[in-house]
């Protein structure tokens, strides 16, 4: 019991009195998407760190090649001192090596135009020239960047997409050497292997997450039958166990776990049962005998005035009977041990036989009784125990309201359940007792019931899945507001159509 | 009328038997479900009082085997539960009824009588109903004492009609609420009575000769004489 003082009412809740059950998700969905993302952002490391490394090392091949090609060239251009020579071996050397450039496409065209060659005379005009494009570009470019001698470096040109890798040669008085490589051969490599690389990334984290997602979408659907079974084992019948999967995992300990709680509560109900069942009987058989013995005596001395008070023995025993079964009663709902016989009850008709029933008593407390309900509404539910509820529910307003009050009982629908309010505009209930209500033994300072009535109303309807809340009004008397789950097979629909009907 | 009775406790048994005998019934009585059978094959009962809670056996598995054999007689159920299982309430539709114990006898001889009459004479489909000069049309709804019509409501018309029928027999609180509401509860407060009473108020008022008589501890009677 959940006692809630500051707003001056108090709940009574119980794991199995709520009926609304919160809407199930799936955990698969999401614990699926977290490892995917994990294992997404892993590779994704992997992979940018392979790159750089691929990257780096076409960089250093380039460069290797760009200064093995220009030592070749200085020592060439140093050795033929002829001018025309000179610019004749030059050039071929430079044509040869433009052929052999990395990763070049094997399909290109004879003159490429990913190679240059420029030499330059030392008032740096071009005097050699092996290349697509305008060498005046070239080497505006170049001397622009002021290039380290020996020292392969990157240069924009214009005209051209990407930039060339550029080595610069000094030959002393006869000017500079630049020999210079395109980079599209080596960003397209690294582009195809970016492409190898994310579609590969793409595979991966896809079938990670799908392996992630049906591994744990199993073992979820393990646990939410267990679940499912769990819940049913609860509402009907204990014999029943939740499936056990074969694994010998943390969901097959769960089920054995599980199962094994099940088979202790299944045997203290059974005990509960077994000592109820025998205490009743135990008991009731001298009762009867006793009871018997009392109207023979009855009999025997009719007219007798002793007659009166084995009269008031046998009423004194009728209450303690009552007593003992109500007792009884109460002990088996509270442990969740009452066999309910359930039927399609209407609530509205329930009602109004049971005012009919109770009106004459209570107008003549001086007590008014009225009821508002829009009409037919069906909850499934055991009919001798409602009966014995609503009664009591009725025996407490009658015992507790002082004259010229008035009883107001509401019945509607409310999401799932049939809501039954019962009000009255007396005193309330006293603080001492408002907040162990439900319990049993507890009673008003002037009742003389045996305490037991809205301890068995508690118990019933707990027994039917529903809920039970007591307060005080705010302005004056008290109000017990019960749920009882309707009728799945005839629903809402048939309530609103009778209601317009009656109407 | 001849009854059979089946209870296994001498005491109970002794004072069933005694009082059944002086309510006018003849009574063989057993001990065990054996017996039972035996005395139900060899004579004919017009009807059974058994108990569920017999040595032997089940009285209910008795009550099955005995309809097996072909008897029709109904049986009116002692149950030391208090409350009785579905079986027994299938058998409650076949005609057949049941009390808890520890029962009064008054409610015991009155569910007795009301089983033997309901077999023997099937409801009978006059539309009129006359206890002396008390007269009930059961078409119109309406009650009449020496030709004055009285004013009931719907229920109260309801509770006289089964008090008329039943007129010169006992009947009991839990009767009248079974009967005439439907239902099986034991209230804390007197709502019958308050009923009753205020029937009384109509049907006897003006210092007419009082019908309905209160017999304490046990329920109503109608006076047919």
Known sequence: MDVDRSSGRFEVSAMFSKTAKPKMRSAAWRISMWAALAFACGTMVVFVFLHQFVAGDIQRRTDAWLTGEAGVLRDVAARTPKEWLSRRVVAEVAELASREVPYRKPSGKTLNDSVFFMQTAADNSVTLWVGAGDPAAHLRAIQHSRIAADTPTDIEIAGFDTPFRVVCVVTGTKGNIYLGVSERDQLRVLGRLRLRFALLWLLIVCIGYAIVFLTTRRLLRDVREITEAASRIGEADLSRRVPAPRRKDEVGHLAFTLNRMLDRIE???????????????????????????????????????????????????????????????????????LKLHRVAIDLDDLLRVMIDLYEPSLSEKGLGVQLSSAGRLEVWADTALLHRMVANLFDNELRHLPASCTVTISLREAEDNALLTVEDNGP??????????FERRVKGPDSNGHGLGLAFVDAVVRAHGGTIEASNRHIEGARIAITLPLNVKSGGAVSTESALASH | MRLLLVEDEADIQNFLRR??????????AAGDGKTAERMAVESPHDALVVDLGLPDEDGLSLILRLRNLGLHAPVLILSARRSVDDRVRGLEQGGDDYLTKPFALAELLARLRNLVKRTAVPAADATRLRVLDLELDLLRREASRSGEILNLTPQEFILLEYLCRNAGRVVTRSMILDEVWGMRIQPDTNVVDVHIYRLRGKVDADGRRPLIRTLRGVGYVLKDR
């Open chain 2, 19 to 28: 009082s059944l005998t002086e309510a006018g019934y003849q009574v063989d």
């Open chain 1, 267 to 337: 045997s203290s109900v059974h005990q509960l049962h077994t000592i109820t069942g025998s205490l009743a009987h135990d008991l009731r058989s001298p009762l009867t005998a006793v009871r018997a013995k009392l109207e023979m005596a009855l009999t025997a001395r009719a007219k007798d005035e002793e007659s009166e008070s084995v009269v008031s023995a046998i009423e004194d025993m009728d209450r303690l009977t009552e007593f003992l079964d109500r007792s009884l009663d109460v002990a088996e709902a509270k442990a969740n041990a």
């Open chain 1, 428 to 437: 309330g209930f006293a603080p001492e007792v408002r907040a162990h209500l």
